[in-house]
């Protein structure tokens, strides 16, 4: 539809990912296929029986809720933008969705990961996952020029929601990406580059990358993501004690609530926390 590419552009006109307008687009595409009506007559009802065909194809609530998501950012456009004379018929639609608690690796896990990733590069990508907290994106994305030695910082540009931030590097971040960047001989902007086949010196896909880790967690016989190395960074940092606003600030997120997810699951420094302050109340009792 004619209609969807402009919207497209205008998505792309926004600094979305190429990745998001295509999810967009694709959402959008089945949408329209199945509507009979003009978009501008589309109902809350109609978007209730939408919902019911996608939970009768047995999508995760989590994908519905993406669909619902792009399908109101574009009534969205269409009321701004193309001026429709309609109502955002997507508006107090939604979809309850599980909260399940973000896993992350016991601190053995980790070591026992990190012995057996042999390869530098596999190394570092993985390293600056559990110590910086990237996203896998984020480290498909990077180039040379964002390394910053001295100061030991990675400056992250276009993360998530199109945001900038800095983060920085542990002393064995540093040295993994060092040991990577000696064994790294081509002249290529991008820092983590395919090594084998027809694609190398190319930089790795986020598909790439998710394969390692697979085969990594396939040898431990452990479940490992990505996204998991990065839950572990946030979750050590707060039994380090690190504040949350410090946390939120070097995981990129937009919300501190999303930040304060990692509170439930970092069971030491609610445990240390509960006896400091537990042993504080009874010296009260015993002195009062």
């Known amino acids: 539809m004619e209609i969807i590419d402009r919207y497209r552009r205008s998505l792309k006109r926004k600094n979305c990912s190429s990745h998001t307008v295509k999810n967009y687009a694709n959402i959008l595409f089945h949408f329209t296929s199945w509507?009979?009506?003009p978009l501008s007559k589309v109902t809350k009802k109609d978007m209730?029986?939408?919902?019911?065909?996608?939970?009768?194809?047995?999508?995760?609530?989590?994908?519905?809720?993406?669909?619902?998501?792009?399908?109101?950012?574009?009534?969205?456009?269409?009321?701004?933008?193309?001026?429709?004379?309609?109502?955002n018929p997507v508006a107090k639609i939604s979809i309850r969705l599980p909260k399940p608690l973000p896993r992350h690796l016991?601190?053995?896990?980790?070591?026992?990961?990190?012995?057996?990733?042999?390869?530098?590069?596999?190394?570092?990508?993985?390293?600056?996952?559990?110590?910086?907290?990237?996203?896998?994106?984020?480290?498909?994305?990077?180039?040379?020029?964002?390394?910053?030695?001295?100061?030991?910082?990675?400056?992250?540009?276009?993360?998530?929601?199109?945001?900038?931030r800095v983060v920085y590097m542990s002393d064995d971040a540093r040295a993994t990406l060092s040991a990577y960047l000696e064994k790294r001989s081509l002249k290529s902007k991008g820092l983590f580059l395919v090594q084998k086949g027809p694609l190398t010196g190319k930089p790795i896909s986020v598909r790439g990358i998710q394969k390692r880790i697979e085969?990594?967690?396939?040898?431990?016989?452990?479940?490992?993501?990505?996204?998991?190395?990065?839950?572990?960074?946030?979750?050590?940092?707060?039994n380090a004690d690190a504040d949350l606003a410090t946390i939120?600030?070097?995981?990129?997120?937009?919300?501190?609530?999303?930040?304060q997810r990692y509170?439930?699951?970092?069971?030491?420094?609610?445990?240390r926390d509960y006896y400091e302050a537990m042993e504080i109340v009874l010296q009260k009792a015993v002195n009062g």
Request: contains cysteine; glycine residues 4%; aromatic residues 6%.
């Open 48 to 87: 209730g029986i939408y919902v019911d065909r996608l939970l009768r194809k047995r999508l995760k609530p989590k994908t519905i809720t993406c669909h619902l998501q792009a399908i109101r950012l574009f009534f969205d456009y269409l009321i701004d933008e193309e001026r429709m004379d309609t109502i």
């Open 215 to 238: 085969y990594y967690a396939k040898k431990i016989k452990v479940h490992v993501s990505c996204h998991q190395l990065r839950h572990t960074m946030a979750t050590q940092l707060l």
């Open 263 to 271: 509170c439930r699951v970092a069971d030491l420094k609610v445990q």
């Open 106 to 164: 016991k601190d053995e896990q980790v070591v026992t990961l990190l012995n057996i990733i042999t390869d530098a590069r596999d190394r570092a990508m993985f390293t600056l996952m559990l110590r910086c907290g990237l996203r896998v994106e984020e480290v498909a994305h990077l180039t040379i020029d964002e390394i910053d030695y001295r100061r030991r910082q990675i400056f992250v540009s276009n993360g998530k929601g199109g945001k900038d």
């Open 248 to 259: 939120q600030d070097l995981l990129g997120h937009s919300h501190i609530t999303t930040t």
């Open 35 to 37: 509507l009979t009506i």
